[in-house]
């Protein structure tokens, strides 16, 4: 028997909208990021205008699958999208050294809003 739905665990992450329609992410392969989508595959995504910017927002839920290849790939891919990798070469460096396990998300529902 299920149990009850479980509160969302909203965290802040570096994610890629792939060609293929899907949400891409990566985490380390021990990271607790990775319990949840194995026990429940459902997932959302929320993206926000920063502060200051005019108020609009994309929601974005559907299924959540969890994949061994592409994880170092994309990582080098969004830590040169976020970072000055001239400064954060040794970041960067350091960060792919670990296992890293890529975290793709099937867009089922998007809702966007704008004010």
Known sequence: ???PPR???????WFEAAADGTIQLFTPSDS???RRPRRDPRASIVVAAPPGE????VSVTGQTT???EGARDLA???AARYWDLD???DDLAAMVADELIRIVR???RVRRFAF
Request: charged share 40%; proline share 14%; glycine share 4%.
């Open 32 to 34: 607790v990021k990775l």
């Open 76 to 78: 080098e891919r969004l």
């Open 87 to 89: 400064e954060r070469a």
């Open 7 to 13: 509160p969302a665990q909203p965290r802040p992450v």
């Open 66 to 68: 969890v994949e061994a």
């Open 54 to 57: 005019r108020e609009r927002r």
């Open 106 to 108: 099937h867009p089922e």
């Open 1 to 3: 028997m299920a149990g």
